[in-house]
Protein backbone atom coordinates (compact mmCIF):
# COMPACT_ATOMS: atom_id res chain seq x y z
CA UNK A 1 0.00 0.00 0.00
CA UNK A 2 2.19 2.62 1.23
CA UNK A 3 1.67 6.70 1.14
CA UNK A 4 0.88 9.39 -1.06
CA UNK A 5 3.75 11.44 0.71
CA UNK A 6 4.04 14.55 -1.73
CA UNK A 7 0.76 16.12 -0.06
CA UNK A 8 -0.12 18.69 2.84
CA UNK A 9 -1.57 16.93 5.68
CA UNK A 10 -3.59 17.99 8.72
CA UNK A 11 -1.78 17.68 11.80
CA UNK A 12 -3.94 19.43 14.00
CA UNK A 13 -6.22 21.92 14.71
CA UNK A 14 -4.45 25.08 15.76
CA UNK A 15 -6.14 25.30 18.66
CA UNK A 16 -4.57 21.89 19.66
CA UNK A 17 -1.69 23.82 19.83
CA UNK A 18 -1.96 25.67 22.92
CA UNK A 19 1.39 28.03 24.16
CA UNK A 20 2.84 25.05 26.44
CA UNK A 21 1.98 21.72 24.02
CA UNK A 22 4.13 19.96 22.66
CA UNK A 23 1.86 17.68 20.27
CA UNK A 24 3.19 14.58 19.58
CA UNK A 25 1.64 12.50 16.57
CA UNK A 26 2.56 9.92 14.24
CA UNK A 27 2.19 11.07 10.47
CA UNK A 28 3.12 8.68 7.58
CA UNK A 29 4.58 6.32 10.29
CA UNK A 30 6.56 8.76 11.36
CA UNK A 31 6.49 10.35 15.32
CA UNK A 32 6.52 13.78 15.21
CA UNK A 33 6.40 16.60 17.84
CA UNK A 34 5.08 20.34 16.81
CA UNK A 35 5.06 23.19 19.17
CA UNK A 36 4.00 26.66 18.77
CA UNK A 37 7.40 29.10 19.47
CA UNK A 38 6.54 32.48 21.39
CA UNK A 39 5.87 34.03 17.90
CA UNK A 40 2.93 31.94 17.26
CA UNK A 41 4.86 29.58 14.53
CA UNK A 42 4.41 26.30 14.68
CA UNK A 43 7.62 24.37 13.91
CA UNK A 44 7.47 20.37 13.83
CA UNK A 45 10.27 17.66 14.07
CA UNK A 46 11.15 14.24 14.32
CA UNK A 47 9.91 13.01 17.84
CA UNK A 48 12.92 11.25 17.88
CA UNK A 49 16.20 12.54 19.83
CA UNK A 50 19.44 11.52 17.47
CA UNK A 51 21.64 10.50 20.95
CA UNK A 52 19.34 7.68 21.49
CA UNK A 53 16.19 7.78 20.00
CA UNK A 54 13.93 9.17 22.95
CA UNK A 55 10.98 10.99 22.24
CA UNK A 56 11.50 14.46 22.08
CA UNK A 57 7.59 14.87 23.35
CA UNK A 58 8.86 13.40 26.48
CA UNK A 59 10.69 16.20 27.52
CA UNK A 60 9.87 20.06 27.65
CA UNK A 61 9.67 22.98 26.18
CA UNK A 62 12.58 25.36 26.69
CA UNK A 63 12.27 28.95 25.81
CA UNK A 64 11.23 28.30 21.96
CA UNK A 65 12.84 25.09 21.58
CA UNK A 66 12.68 21.45 23.21
CA UNK A 67 14.72 19.60 25.73
CA UNK A 68 15.45 15.93 25.83
CA UNK A 69 14.26 14.68 28.81
CA UNK A 70 16.93 11.89 28.46
CA UNK A 71 20.78 13.35 28.69
CA UNK A 72 19.23 16.68 28.83
CA UNK A 73 20.34 17.83 24.67
CA UNK A 74 18.21 20.93 23.43
CA UNK A 75 17.06 21.32 20.15
CA UNK A 76 15.60 24.78 18.38
CA UNK A 77 12.24 24.61 15.76
CA UNK A 78 14.82 23.90 12.79
CA UNK A 79 16.46 20.85 14.68
CA UNK A 80 19.26 22.02 15.72
CA UNK A 81 20.96 21.02 18.66
CA UNK A 82 21.56 24.18 21.02
CA UNK A 83 22.83 23.05 24.21
CA UNK A 84 24.38 19.88 25.91
CA UNK A 85 24.39 20.15 29.78
CA UNK A 86 27.44 17.74 29.76
CA UNK A 87 29.46 19.72 27.80
CA UNK A 88 29.72 21.08 24.33
CA UNK A 89 26.51 20.91 21.61
CA UNK A 90 27.78 18.58 19.02
CA UNK A 91 27.24 19.29 15.56
CA UNK A 92 26.06 16.13 14.03
CA UNK A 93 23.11 15.90 16.58
CA UNK A 94 20.21 17.29 13.90
CA UNK A 95 16.92 16.77 13.97
CA UNK A 96 14.66 15.96 10.87
CA UNK A 97 12.11 18.98 10.76
CA UNK A 98 8.69 19.26 8.35
CA UNK A 99 7.48 22.18 6.34
CA UNK A 100 4.59 23.74 8.37
CA UNK A 101 1.89 26.13 7.37
CA UNK A 102 -0.79 27.70 9.25
CA UNK A 103 -3.81 28.33 7.05
CA UNK A 104 -7.95 27.67 7.76
CA UNK A 105 -7.66 26.63 11.25
CA UNK A 106 -5.41 24.19 10.82
CA UNK A 107 -1.93 23.04 11.04
CA UNK A 108 -0.54 21.18 8.14
CA UNK A 109 2.52 18.93 7.52
CA UNK A 110 4.45 17.93 4.43
CA UNK A 111 6.19 14.90 4.97
CA UNK A 112 7.43 14.52 1.35
CA UNK A 113 9.94 16.29 -0.75
CA UNK A 114 10.64 19.31 0.72
CA UNK A 115 11.45 21.24 -2.51
CA UNK A 116 8.00 20.04 -3.50
CA UNK A 117 5.88 21.68 -1.18
CA UNK A 118 5.82 25.30 -2.74
CA UNK A 119 4.41 23.35 -5.67
CA UNK A 120 1.70 21.82 -3.77
CA UNK A 121 -1.44 23.92 -2.68
CA UNK A 122 -3.52 23.29 0.25
CA UNK A 123 -6.96 21.90 -0.13
CA UNK A 124 -9.27 25.01 0.37
CA UNK A 125 -11.80 24.65 2.55
CA UNK A 126 -13.73 28.06 2.78
CA UNK A 127 -16.54 27.75 5.46
CA UNK A 128 -13.53 27.60 8.38
CA UNK A 129 -12.83 31.34 7.41
CA UNK A 130 -15.69 32.58 5.94
CA UNK A 131 -17.91 35.07 7.91
CA UNK A 132 -21.40 33.62 9.00
CA UNK A 133 -20.62 29.90 10.24
CA UNK A 134 -20.86 28.50 13.73
CA UNK A 135 -18.60 25.62 13.72
CA UNK A 136 -17.57 22.37 15.61
CA UNK A 137 -14.68 20.75 15.55
CA UNK A 138 -13.67 17.48 16.35
CA UNK A 139 -10.04 15.13 15.93
CA UNK A 140 -10.27 11.67 17.00
CA UNK A 141 -8.40 8.64 16.14
CA UNK A 142 -9.16 5.28 14.19
CA UNK A 143 -7.60 1.83 13.99
CA UNK A 144 -8.44 1.79 10.47
CA UNK A 145 -6.51 3.02 7.21
CA UNK A 146 -7.10 6.44 5.27
CA UNK A 147 -8.69 4.68 2.09
CA UNK A 148 -11.16 2.47 3.81
CA UNK A 149 -11.97 6.36 5.71
CA UNK A 150 -12.10 7.43 2.13
CA UNK A 151 -14.26 4.75 0.79
CA UNK A 152 -17.04 5.31 3.44
CA UNK A 153 -16.95 9.41 2.85
CA UNK A 154 -17.57 8.72 -1.16
CA UNK A 155 -20.39 6.21 -0.54
CA UNK A 156 -23.17 7.79 1.44
CA UNK A 157 -25.33 5.08 0.76
CA UNK A 158 -24.48 3.50 3.77
CA UNK A 159 -26.32 6.15 5.70
CA UNK A 160 -29.61 4.00 5.28
CA UNK A 161 -28.52 1.65 7.70
CA UNK A 162 -25.45 3.09 9.90
CA UNK A 163 -26.95 6.63 10.30
CA UNK A 164 -30.48 7.36 11.71
CA UNK A 165 -30.12 10.91 11.96
CA UNK A 166 -28.45 11.54 8.60
CA UNK A 167 -30.00 9.12 6.99
CA UNK A 168 -32.40 6.32 7.40
CA UNK A 169 -35.04 3.77 5.90
CA UNK A 170 -35.97 6.83 3.20
CA UNK A 171 -32.33 7.47 2.41
CA UNK A 172 -32.60 6.12 -0.80
CA UNK A 173 -30.81 8.51 -3.15
CA UNK A 174 -30.24 9.16 -6.76
CA UNK A 175 -26.40 9.45 -7.03
CA UNK A 176 -24.14 10.83 -9.83
CA UNK A 177 -20.49 10.66 -9.77
CA UNK A 178 -18.06 12.64 -11.39
CA UNK A 179 -14.36 13.69 -11.77
CA UNK A 180 -14.00 17.16 -11.61
CA UNK A 181 -11.16 18.52 -14.24
CA UNK A 182 -9.54 19.67 -11.19
CA UNK A 183 -9.16 16.38 -10.13
CA UNK A 184 -11.79 16.40 -7.05
CA UNK A 185 -14.43 13.91 -6.93
CA UNK A 186 -18.06 14.86 -7.03
CA UNK A 187 -20.94 12.81 -5.78
CA UNK A 188 -24.02 14.16 -5.67
CA UNK A 189 -27.31 12.13 -3.93
CA UNK A 190 -30.74 13.35 -4.06
CA UNK A 191 -33.82 12.12 -2.25
CA UNK A 192 -36.96 14.28 -3.32
CA UNK A 193 -38.75 13.64 -0.68
CA UNK A 194 -38.58 11.89 2.70
CA UNK A 195 -39.33 12.16 6.67
CA UNK A 196 -36.82 14.68 8.70
CA UNK A 197 -35.10 12.97 11.99
CA UNK A 198 -37.82 10.23 11.76
CA UNK A 199 -40.65 12.46 11.49
CA UNK A 200 -42.54 11.39 9.23
CA UNK A 201 -44.54 14.49 8.81
CA UNK A 202 -41.94 16.96 7.83
CA UNK A 203 -41.62 16.41 4.48
CA UNK A 204 -37.96 17.58 3.03
CA UNK A 205 -36.14 17.00 -0.31
CA UNK A 206 -31.97 16.70 0.69
CA UNK A 207 -29.50 16.92 -1.42
CA UNK A 208 -25.68 16.02 -0.11
CA UNK A 209 -22.59 17.31 -2.34
CA UNK A 210 -19.44 15.38 -1.46
CA UNK A 211 -15.85 16.91 -3.04
CA UNK A 212 -12.89 14.70 -2.01
CA UNK A 213 -9.72 16.44 -2.97
CA UNK A 214 -6.53 13.53 -3.36
CA UNK A 215 -5.59 12.58 -1.08
CA UNK A 216 -7.83 12.47 1.69
CA UNK A 217 -10.03 15.88 2.32
CA UNK A 218 -13.54 15.77 2.22
CA UNK A 219 -15.86 18.82 2.07
CA UNK A 220 -19.54 17.26 2.11
CA UNK A 221 -22.83 19.57 2.16
CA UNK A 222 -26.48 18.36 3.14
CA UNK A 223 -29.25 20.58 2.18
CA UNK A 224 -33.24 20.62 3.08
CA UNK A 225 -35.46 22.12 1.31
CA UNK A 226 -39.03 21.78 2.49
CA UNK A 227 -41.79 19.85 0.77
CA UNK A 228 -44.48 20.26 3.92
CA UNK A 229 -45.88 22.69 5.54
CA UNK A 230 -44.08 21.78 8.94
CA UNK A 231 -40.60 21.59 7.57
CA UNK A 232 -37.98 24.04 7.45
CA UNK A 233 -34.82 24.76 5.90
CA UNK A 234 -31.39 23.36 6.63
CA UNK A 235 -27.98 23.02 5.89
CA UNK A 236 -25.39 22.19 7.36
CA UNK A 237 -21.44 21.73 5.92
CA UNK A 238 -18.88 19.62 6.99
CA UNK A 239 -15.14 18.70 6.50
CA UNK A 240 -13.39 15.16 6.69
CA UNK A 241 -9.58 15.34 6.56
CA UNK A 242 -7.89 12.21 6.96
CA UNK A 243 -4.06 11.89 7.78
CA UNK A 244 -2.49 8.57 7.77
CA UNK A 245 -1.12 7.49 11.32
CA UNK A 246 0.24 4.76 9.98
CA UNK A 247 -1.00 2.01 7.33
CA UNK A 248 -4.01 0.81 9.41
CA UNK A 249 -4.68 3.90 11.55
CA UNK A 250 -5.70 7.80 11.03
CA UNK A 251 -5.84 10.77 12.55
CA UNK A 252 -9.42 12.26 11.45
CA UNK A 253 -10.10 15.77 12.04
CA UNK A 254 -13.90 17.04 11.32
CA UNK A 255 -15.33 19.86 11.67
CA UNK A 256 -19.21 21.09 10.47
CA UNK A 257 -21.29 24.29 10.58
CA UNK A 258 -24.08 25.31 10.13
CA UNK A 259 -25.56 29.13 9.12
CA UNK A 260 -25.07 31.61 12.31
CA UNK A 261 -28.24 32.02 13.22
CA UNK A 262 -29.84 28.40 13.06
CA UNK A 263 -31.25 28.06 16.36
CA UNK A 264 -28.99 24.72 17.26
CA UNK A 265 -27.40 24.99 20.82
CA UNK A 266 -23.65 24.05 20.01
CA UNK A 267 -24.00 20.78 22.20
CA UNK A 268 -26.26 19.60 20.13
CA UNK A 269 -24.64 20.24 17.14
CA UNK A 270 -21.32 18.74 18.33
CA UNK A 271 -23.40 15.78 19.29
CA UNK A 272 -24.63 15.18 16.63
CA UNK A 273 -21.80 15.50 14.36
CA UNK A 274 -19.85 13.40 16.72
CA UNK A 275 -22.44 10.60 16.93
CA UNK A 276 -22.37 10.49 13.23
CA UNK A 277 -18.43 10.45 12.32
CA UNK A 278 -17.19 8.73 15.85
CA UNK A 279 -20.00 6.60 17.29
CA UNK A 280 -20.96 5.28 14.26
CA UNK A 281 -18.96 5.25 11.40
CA UNK A 282 -15.47 5.07 13.32
CA UNK A 283 -16.72 1.71 15.13
CA UNK A 284 -17.23 -0.36 11.78
CA UNK A 285 -14.26 1.47 9.78
CA UNK A 286 -12.50 -0.20 12.78
CA UNK A 287 -14.11 -3.37 12.95
CA UNK A 288 -13.60 -3.61 8.90
CA UNK A 289 -9.92 -3.06 9.30
CA UNK A 290 -10.04 -6.12 11.86
CA UNK A 291 -11.57 -7.88 9.79
CA UNK A 292 -9.37 -7.15 6.80
CA UNK A 293 -6.39 -7.62 8.52
CA UNK A 294 -3.02 -6.70 6.80
CA UNK A 295 -4.79 -7.55 3.46
CA UNK A 296 -5.38 -5.22 0.89
CA UNK A 297 -8.91 -4.48 -0.43
CA UNK A 298 -8.44 -5.99 -4.20
CA UNK A 299 -7.02 -9.00 -2.62
CA UNK A 300 -10.37 -9.87 -0.92
CA UNK A 301 -11.60 -8.98 -4.30
CA UNK A 302 -14.98 -6.91 -2.85
CA UNK A 303 -18.67 -6.99 -4.53
CA UNK A 304 -19.18 -3.65 -6.48
CA UNK A 305 -21.96 -1.80 -6.53
CA UNK A 306 -23.13 1.44 -8.41
CA UNK A 307 -22.63 3.64 -5.22
CA UNK A 308 -19.14 2.65 -5.35
CA UNK A 309 -17.66 4.92 -8.06
CA UNK A 310 -16.42 6.83 -6.25
CA UNK A 311 -14.53 5.58 -3.62
CA UNK A 312 -13.07 3.10 -6.46
CA UNK A 313 -12.01 6.20 -8.89
CA UNK A 314 -10.46 7.55 -5.45
CA UNK A 315 -8.52 4.08 -5.17
CA UNK A 316 -7.04 4.43 -8.45
CA UNK A 317 -5.88 7.89 -7.99
CA UNK A 318 -3.65 7.43 -5.23
CA UNK A 319 -2.47 4.48 -6.77
CA UNK A 320 -1.05 6.58 -9.49
CA UNK A 321 -0.05 8.99 -7.43
CA UNK A 322 1.92 6.38 -5.20
CA UNK A 323 3.38 5.23 -8.30
CA UNK A 324 3.95 8.28 -8.92
CA UNK A 325 6.18 9.48 -6.01
CA UNK A 326 8.22 5.97 -7.07
CA UNK A 327 9.56 6.74 -10.24
S1 LIG B 1 18.42 10.47 24.15
FE1 LIG B 1 18.09 12.60 24.08
S2 LIG B 1 19.78 13.43 25.09
FE2 LIG B 1 20.15 11.33 25.10
FE1 LIG C 1 -20.85 7.86 7.66
Not at 87 to 98: I, L
Not at 140 to 148: I, R
Request: hydrophobic share 40%; with cysteine; charged share 25%.
Amino acid sequence: MGFVRNAWYALSWSHEIGADILLARKVLGKPVIAWRKSSGEVVALADMCPHRFAPLSKGEKVGDGVRCVYHGLEFDGTGKCTHNYHGVAPSSAQVQSFPIREEQKLVWIWMGDVELSEKVAIPEIPFLTEEGWRIQFGTTNAKAGYELYNDNLLDLTHATFLHGVIGGPEWKPKTRIRELDDGRIHCNYLVEEMGVLGDNEKRVQVEDNLYWTAPSTHVLSIEHTPRSATATPFYVISCHLLTPETERSTHYFWAGAVPAGVPIPDEVLHDTLRTAFEIEDKPMLEAIQANMGEADLWDLNPVLLPADSGAVRARRRLKALREEERQ
